[in-house]
């Protein structure tokens, strides 16, 4: 690349070269951060109608991770956070409960919310007493969403394990007893975590997923420079978030660099994403502010309008070899947002420098994705809108452009 003219996608081949490996013997895996690594180098964007739970849990499990957008209250989001690091783990740390004085629709509503087929059921201290599964109402009327869980749960004893058990230990009594969710308590019987059937079922059906530490699954999630920024963070923080993305269509600002710093000075271990930058300078800016990570592009998505509303920003491949050029210096690490029509230009946008590539429209006509269904001309397409359009301004993620 020269530093005389600018190039885009469109612009450039790859010219192939020697090689001894086969396409299916390739290692496509990438780090964002120490923590945070990734077995495809794919990450949906944080738009209205591309990610929300049920995409990043499809995306996680393949490998790559989902932003979850901010068009929508702080709470929601945060649910949407809890409802992906819920969906899968080798472990489950803290989980969902109800009290003996809770009804069977309560049960129902939470198991329907979070995709989950058992609720254990303990008291106030949190002392288990028992469990409710699917197989135990099965049969149950409408009438009986009334009732206590008392009258329909499996009561102690139950099989249990100790806290700290080991996953092919954990395989042997569910199997032995034929049960499909083993509670974890301590000495006393308090419980502890959980561990399901299906959790086990999952890691085997996605062996590449992209889990913490936990064994649960990544997701990121994208705050404003806005007053509500500490609420959010600080309640998607409390549901085990992974990584955070200031979004803003100009990150070369004063207002996204001090989002970072406070978002950095109340939680230093919590990855931050900044952007969207396209120069050097607007890079080493963003660095000094405290970005763990640096989002390249403006202008570049194929719905955005800001080059052609406001004249500004800069073709996609230099933008982020501009990025890429400095990050990397500093050992961070850059994500290409916009321009991807084609699998092709993810692989110009990684030779560019890219560590991990953004997709908005190649992801949002899925099945996952929460854009509404339209029929148009006797054939179904799905919604898809740019957060800078008129219905989108409307909502949470007004202050994106500034005009909040």
Not at 297 to 326: F, K
Request: aromatic share 6%; with cysteine; net charge negative.
């Amino acid at each position: 690349f020269q530093t005389d003219f600018s190039l885009t996608f469109d612009d450039v081949l790859i010219v192939p070269g020697y090689t001894e490996i086969l396409p299916s013997e390739t290692d496509i895996s990438t780090t964002l951060t120490q923590d945070i690594k990734l077995s495809i180098p794919l990450i949906s964007a944080a738009m209205d109608t591309v990610t929300e739970a049920r995409l990043a849990i499809s995306l996680a499990r393949e490998g790559g991770i989902g932003i979850i957008h901010r068009n929508m209250s702080p709470k929601s989001q945060a649910d949407e956070v809890d409802k992906v690091k819920r969906s899968q783990s080798g472990m489950i740390i803290e989980p969902i409960t109800l009290p003996l004085t809770a009804s069977l629709g309560d049960a129902e509503m939470i198991m329907s919310t979070y995709h989950i087929s058992g609720v254990p059921i303990t008291d106030k201290q949190g002392k288990l007493l028992g469990i409710l599964t699917n197989r135990d109402v099965r049969f149950v009327e409408p009438s009986d969403y009334g009732k206590s869980v008392a009258e329909f749960m499996t009561p102690q004893p139950l099989v249990t394990a100790s806290v700290g058990i080991g996953l092919d230990a954990a395989k042997a009594l569910l199997q032995q007893y034929r049960i499909e969710k083993l509670p974890l308590v301590d000495d006393y019987g308090f419980l502890k975590g959980l561990i399901t059937v299906k959790d086990i079922q999952k890691a085997r059906d996605f062996p590449f997923a992209a889990v913490d530490r936990q064994g649960r699954l990544l997701v990121g999630a994208a705050v404003g420079v806005g007053a509500d920024i500490e609420e959010r963070v600080e309640l998607m923080v409390s549901k085990g978030l992974d990584l955070v993305v200031v979004d803003t269509a100009h990150g070369h600002s004063k207002g996204v660099f001090q989002a970072i710093e406070r978002i950095k000075s109340l939680w230093p271990d919590l990855p931050v994403v900044g952007g969207n930058v396209v120069t050097s300078e607007g890079t080493e800016a963003l660095i000094n502010a405290g970005a763990d990570i640096i989002k390249s592009g403006v202008g570049a998505g194929s719905i955005c309008t800001t080059r052609v509303i406001s004249g500004a920003g800069m073709p996609q491949l230099s933008a982020i070899y501009n990025c890429a050029e400095i990050a990397h210096k500093s050992g961070k690490t850059v994500i290409a947002d916009g321009g991807i029509k084609f699998s092709g230009d993810i692989i110009k946008a990684i030779v560019a420098g890219a560590d991990v590539v953004m997709l908005g429209s190649l992801l949002a006509g899925l099945e996952e994705s929460p854009g509404e269904v339209v029929l148009y001309e006797g054939r179904h397409f799905k919604e898809y809108r740019g957060m800078g359009s008129m219905g989108a301004m409307k909502g949470y993620g007004v202050d994106r452009y500034g005009t909040g």
